[in-house]
């Protein structure tokens, strides 16, 4: 019981992540019907500009409190990876508007990798420590721990996720961010300057990305040029899941694969250890009598449960939990 | 002078030609029927005036300065509006947001809000079903939240592409008398029909389109009677 409620809270941790992430897939397939690969490099990019302004801000003995350091850190990295957003789609995206639909994707794979490898010529090919600043108190729940970090994660993306629906469903803005998803044409007929609205939406979407960055770094207590490629795959797996095209479901999603991938990981040791199953041979039984284990997986397969997720979304229900049925996008 | 004015117009779809250099003119306040069969080049023309397709030739002034070449979402400020073929509702936007859509260059929000309740008053329905998603009327109520919405962007020139398609006839006769209201409130608009009989009997001229041009043009009530247009195009 404590293990699951234990993984329970950290799969809610991971899970606000992956939703926070997942909605920047989302929000540009649902304008443009562009899976946008190089997102989780704008991830990756968020949480290095956060570690070097909070590494040389807590460096340089600024007297500054740490939670405002911190702060500091995503207020450089957010608007950071807006600019990254939308140069992308201005000089790799919006040129191919009207291209069959592989060639911007295969070009978000090349942005993907020229990204990748910027931040390795800033950052180094070293994984980095993220600076661990904030004081991180540990609570005990009913035998599971909760950290302060967690906690903090936590709120701030039930926050970011109120906001976005908020700002789709109830602002000028949003409302022609979703006439644009819905016929981009006729948007234009209404006095909607399309350009304009998807430029917002990848930055937006950028800007998302860039917090979920320093929650990531700030999490896992590291950083490194390729963090974004995983992550990125993940929570891609996460709005397939929730149904891509619609934010409710990136949330769900986001929320669903955490618990997933926590819960698996916590229970996949006792699942396969072999020491429960009655017909095992003698030198096994040996074994057992010794350790009390003979563990066929370890938690090291957690990533694993995000793909199966995916290609099991991808056989039974292609439109995701969320998603409308696919015919009905013509 | 005329509102609109479009001299030589030509439009294609990559090497196909669907527009081959038309001549036309609606003055201020005039309802004029663009009519012809089916693929002769009535909605591409339209597209093209309200800057969905870019001409590739010919040139269009309207109130007096070149608008050729102009996307659509800066025509909308200038007070043209296009309701197109097939309704183009949002269909998961509910019908109040429709509506707003289509005031979507205006800051004035109290004027809005009255121009919504006017909308309302011409349609009814739609005020019944404002809190719907526009996916969930009959083809008939979202003609009128294209009509609406199209009016709430306050147009001097309102284009109507195929306004009857579609719809049962008494739904078609009703649309008929909604555009001769906004008609007789002046707005300036440009009819295209399949529907001859229909949009003539509307409209005070007329242009007979086909194959991409224009072959016939004169007052709305010579067109009914001509022998030509008889045999083409109202069945008799």
């Known amino acids: ?330 | 002078m005329s509102l609109l004015e479009v001299r030589n117009l030509k439009v294609a779809y990559g090497g196909i030609v669907a527009v081959r250099g038309i001549d036309l003119e609606v003055a201020a306040g005039e309802l004029v029927a663009l009519i012809g069969a089916n693929g002769a080049g009535k909605t591409t023309t339209l597209k093209a005036l309200a800057g969905v397709l870019r001409p590739s030739g010919g040139s269009v002034h309207y109130d007096g300065a070149s608008i050729t070449h102009d996307p659509s979402h800066r025509l909308v400020q200038r007070g043209i509006a296009l309701v197109p073929e097939g309704r183009g509702v949002f269909a998961r936007l509910t019908v109040e947001e429709n509506l707003g859509m289509g005031a979507y260059i205006r800051d004035d929000r109290h004027e809005v809000r009255a121009d919504l309740d006017r909308i309302y008053a011409l349609f009814p329905r739609l005020k019944e079903r404002r809190a719907q998603t526009a996916g969930t009327l009959s083809g008939g109520e979202q003609q009128m939240v294209a009509i609406g919405r199209a009016l709430m962007s306050r147009p001097k020139l309102l284009l109507l592409d195929e306004p009857s398609m579609g719809l049962a006839p008494l739904m078609v006769q009703k649309i008929f008398e909604v555009i001769a209201s906004i008609s007789a409130q002046g707005v300036t608009i440009l009819l295209v029909e399949q529907n001859a009989r229909l949009a003539l009997q509307a409209a005070s001229r007329g242009y007979v389109m086909e194959s991409g041009a224009i072959t016939l043009t004169d007052a709305a009530s010579t067109l009914l009677a001509s022998e030509q247009v008889r045999q083409a195009y109202l069945g008799e």
């Open chain 1, 1 to 330: 019981m404590e293990v699951f409620l234990q993984q329970i809270i950290n799969g809610l941790t991971l899970g606000s992540i992956y939703a926070i992430v997942a909605l920047g897939y989302t929000m540009v397939y649902g304008i443009v019907q562009l899976i946008n690969f190089a997102h989780g490099e704008v991830v990756m990019i968020g949480a290095m500009v956060a570690l070097t302004v909070i590494g040389s801000l807590a460096g340089a003995n600024t007297g500054m409190p740490p939670v405002v350091i911190v702060l500091a850190g995503i207020a450089c990295a957010v608007p950071v990876c807006m600019a990254v957003g939308y140069t992308m789609e201005r000089v790799a995206y919006r040129p191919l508007r009207g291209a069959p639909r592989l060639a911007p994707l295969i070009t978000a794979i090349g942005i993907s990798i020229i990204l990748q490898h910027l931040a390795m010529l800033i950052w180094s090919r070293n994984p980095l420590s993220f600076p661990q600043i904030i004081p991180n108190p540990v609570f005990e729940i009913a035998g599971a721990n909760v950290s302060g970090v967690q906690i903090a994660i936590i709120s701030l993306s039930a926050l970011m996720m109120l906001g976005l629906t908020a700002l789709v469903y109830r602002t000028r803005l949003g409302t022609a961010m979703r006439a644009t998803s819905e016929n981009p044409q006729v948007a234009g007929l209404m006095g909607v300057n399309i350009n304009r609205v998807i430029a917002s939406t990848f930055v937006i979407g950028a800007g998302l990305g860039a917090v979920a960055g320093v929650m990531v770094g700030t999490y896992y207590g590291i950083a490194h040029y390729t963090m974004g490629a995983l992550l990125g795959l993940k929570a891609f797996s996460a709005a397939v899941l929730g149904g891509i095209g619609n934010l409710a479901g990136a949330m769900l999603g986001g929320i669903l694969l955490g618990l997933v991938e926590a819960l698996g990981a916590g229970y996949i040791g006792e699942l396969t250890d072999l020491c429960h199953v009655s017909w095992i041979s003698t030198g096994l039984a040996e074994r057992c009598a010794q350790d009390g284990h003979v563990v066929l997986m370890g938690s090291n397969y957690q990533d694993v449960f995000a793909f199966l997720v995916l290609i099991a979304v991808l056989v039974f229900r292609p439109s995701g939990l969320l998603g409308e049925r696919v015919g009905d996008r013509a």
